[in-house]
Antibody
Framework: EVQLVESGGGLVQPGGSLRLSCAAS????????MNWVRQAPGKGLEWVSF????????YYADSVKGRFTISRDNAKNLLYLQMNSLRAEDTAVFYC????????????????????WGKGTTVTASS | EIVLTQSPGTLSLSPGERATLSCRAS???????LAWYQQTPGQAPRLLIY???KRATGIPDRFGGSGSGTDFTLTINRLEPEDFAMYYC?????????FGQGTRLEIK
């Protein structure tokens, strides 16, 4: 069964740090790009960060750039999100999601979407 | 950066009716990069539609997606009780992913 399981969430004081993990199973983790997506309480979905299969490309939302670092260990099938200088507004459920980039029709663009999601881990930045 | 605006914010319908949800992009986008997700309370999002109109694996055929350019639509025919949820559109472009603010589909 294809599965993603997040861990590492918790209560942290503003200004503190936390590292989230996402354990992948049931598929060849090293072949897929991955995303972190978060959802503040009662709010919508917000994309946080992307990493390519070999870690050669990483992208970040402006709201976390310079504070968060995405990484992965393909030998251990693990995805990480190192979060530093946490703010109250970072309080959210954090999801990891598998990225799919599949060929479109001939002479057409590829399809980009997230097809597998974990259940999420909750991060609370509060004093 | 592409901004996605979903409407209506809340849609109140009865089981058996048809739901029409809109997602408008701030500029023309490739439909190949437009997806729709469903989220029920306390659960992770679930992929419904990718490439604007292609149903994901296991998604019932009462769910349909359409549109191009700046205007995209998610249609749900013959609403079932389990369809009442939040729905988000999402786009990828220029190394950024963006989500609409969501439409809440509630039972009337």
């Amino acid at each position: 069964e294809v599965q993603l399981v997040e861990s590492g969430g918790g209560l942290v004081q503003p200004g503190g740090s936390l590292r989230l993990s996402c354990a992948a199973s049931g598929f060849t983790f090293s072949s897929y790009s991955m995303n972190w997506v978060r959802q503040a309480p009662g709010k919508g979905l917000e994309w946080v960060s992307f990493i390519s299969p070999s870690s050669s490309s990483t992208y970040y939302a402006d709201s976390v750039k310079g504070r968060f670092t995405i990484s992965r260990d393909n030998a251990k099938n693990l995805l990480y999100l190192q979060m530093n200088s946490l703010r109250a507004e970072d309080t959210a459920v954090f999801y990891c999601a598998r990225v799919r980039i599949t060929p479109g029709a001939p002479n057409d663009d590829s399809y980009y979407y997230m097809d597998v999601w974990g259940k999420g881990t909750t991060v609370t930045a509060s004093s | 950066e592409i901004v996605l605006t979903q409407s209506p914010g809340t849609l109140s319908l009865s089981p058996g009716e048809r739901a029409t949800l809109s997602c408008r992009a701030s500029q023309s986008v490739s439909g190949s990069r437009l997806a729709w997700y469903q989220q029920t309370p306390g659960q992770a999002p679930r992929l419904l539609i990718y490439g604007a109109s292609k149903r994901a694996t296991g998604i019932p055929d009462r769910f349909g997606g359409s549109g191009s350019g700046t205007d995209f639509t998610l249609t749900i025919n013959r609403l079932e009780p389990e369809d009442f949820a939040m729905y988000y559109c999402q786009h990828y472009g220029s190394s950024l992913y963006s989500f609409g603010q969501g439409t809440r589909l509630e039972i009337k």
